[in-house]
């Protein structure tokens, strides 16, 4: 009976701590790792949404200065499509990401936090010089008196900031143990069960229901996202993609590990089926 039990508990800790093991391990590599975290946003320069809500914003900032909406739209949009906005777009985003860092660490924000530590915000001003040549290219010369601005839009709002940075953290140093952790569980749990092909069916259907309540928790993370986006410019359409594309990697992990685990689940019943016949 002790050695049920025993089998059980551990079974039961390894599948609830799997799916917080694959949130802070994505947590470690992508939101903590500069170069993951521009290679996973990068792509948007590329994206309709993104575009858009950019050239609104750059928009929205040039016309303060230069009240001819359509001349001012059709440079911003030339810019805005052009590979120099690609590259401006990434470094961008690394310079948000560094100060991100230094805000969840504890270090605390740069220029582009806001007082409150509560709002990182992207740096469009690198883009203004590129606008400025369009508009004086095109015969409006007196648009070289544009002064340098620094418009923004809202990447993350962080509302219980004491919150993120414990859990930023210790995503940091957990890394590889909670993983490490979950897998340990697991085998000592099958190993110490009486009937390991049964001890194997739950831990493979416990592994998928722990994938399932992390897919639904990060749905229910994007809606509150995108419902918490302010208005800088960075419209809905626009902020679902960076937060699909920041979180990309981690649906493809739980979902790898939620249909490994039906499979193991499935394949373990089977097999004990036999053995019985």
Not at 47 to 73: G, H, K, W
Not at 97 to 117: C, I, K, P, Y
Not at 201 to 220: E, I, K
Request: charge should be neutral.
């Amino acid at each position: 009976m002790l050695r049920k039990v025993l089998a059980a508990l551990l079974l039961v800790a390894g599948c609830v701590l799997a799916p917080v093991a694959v949130a802070g391990f994505w947590a470690a590599n992508e939101i903590v790792d500069s170069d993951r975290y521009a290679a996973a946003v990068g792509p948007l320069a590329d994206d309709p949404a993104v575009q858009s809500a950019v050239t609104e914003r750059l928009t929205d900032e040039i016309v303060q200065y230069l009240p001819l909406d359509r001349a001012v739209r059709g440079a911003v949009q030339r810019v805005v499509t052009s590979d120099a906005f690609a590259r401006a777009w990434t470094e961008a985003n690394r310079v948000a990401h560094d100060q991100l860092d230094a805000l969840l660490s504890g270090e605390g924000g740069g220029s582009l936090v806001t007082e409150d530590g509560t709002t990182v915000s992207l740096d469009l001003g690198p883009l203004i010089n590129g606008i400025k040549q369009q508009l004086v290219a095109s015969g409006l010369t007196f648009a070289g008196r544009i002064p340098a601005a620094h418009p923004t839009i809202e990447l993350v709002q962080v509302e219980d900031l004491a919150f993120y940075q414990s859990l930023y953290q210790w995503a940091a140093k957990l890394k590889w143990v909670l993983p490490g952790l979950t897998v340990v569980l697991l085998v000592l749990g099958v190993l110490a069960a009486r009937r390991r092909s049964r001890a194997l069916v739950w831990t493979g259907l416990g592994l998928a229901l722990g994938m399932a309540v992390l897919a639904g928790v990060l749905a229910w993370a994007r809606s509150g996202y995108l419902g918490a986006t302010g208005t800088k410019g960075l419209d809905p359409a626009a902020a679902a993609a960076f937060f699909d594309a920041l979180t990309r990697s981690l649906w493809i992990g739980l979902l790898v590990i939620g249909v490994a685990g039906l499979l193991l689940g499935v394949g373990a019943w089977l097999a004990g089926r036999h053995r019985r016949a």
